[in-house]
């Protein structure tokens, strides 16, 4: 079996795969300070819980946007499992993909897995939006090459600059909105109003603009926490794919032990 760990700058995710199925998955907040051994003790035992021996995982690969991580979960794989961990991007498990702008060693591992997985996925000319702490737009040909793409700061990441910058404006949970009205009657909706909407209407305006750019018709594939919730009030998004980043680990896992 496959150990794959997702690094990402809020979370780290583990999932467990037979093949290019996915057999669990588990979560923990992303502390570059966390050793080997405080892994190990968490995963052990979610690991045993499954019914999963540790001797049944034979490859790991790690993806990670915190470079201080990948030391750590390096003592993780060696100490515990006996295996010496593929670095998503290094090495055997280079990308394998054109990456197409200024600073091809800039891009972050989660953006260049998500061009791999929805590449190998889906047909054409793609825009990956990824929800994270950040939210990312990338551009995607039709022939798998990275072309480049947006970051934006994530929806929460705004809330908390808002509220976090006034002295009056209470704490509130991103959520649905009640109504598609957007004139709020009150402080909370029209905060969330103004969180929601606008962030849909500035994701509806990037994605015009890059299909524009590109030229030919492209897909629009979502991924990350939050792309259920914005699916559900834009018709932008051709695909939802909540593990896209982690299919990605997966493929590069694949192609790097033949």
Known sequence: MLLAADVGNTNVVFALFDGREIKARWRIATDPRRTGDE????????????GVDRKEITNIIVGSVVPRAIHNLTVLSEKYFGVTPMIAGQADADWGISVDVDEPRSLGADRALNAIAAHAKYDGDLIVIDFGTATTFDAVDFNGAYKGGIIAPGINLSLDALVGNTAKLPRIAIKSPESDSVIGTNTEDQMLIGVFWGYVAMMEGLIERMRAEIGRPAKVIATG????????????????????????????????AQ
């Open 39 to 50: 892994y190990a003790v968490w995963l052990l035992q979610l690991l045993q819980i499954e």
């Open 225 to 256: 926490g939050l792309a259920i919730l914005f699916d559900k009030h834009t018709d932008m998004f051709d695909a939802v794919d909540s593990d896209l980043t982690l299919e990605g680990l997966a493929i590069l896992a694949e192609r790097a």
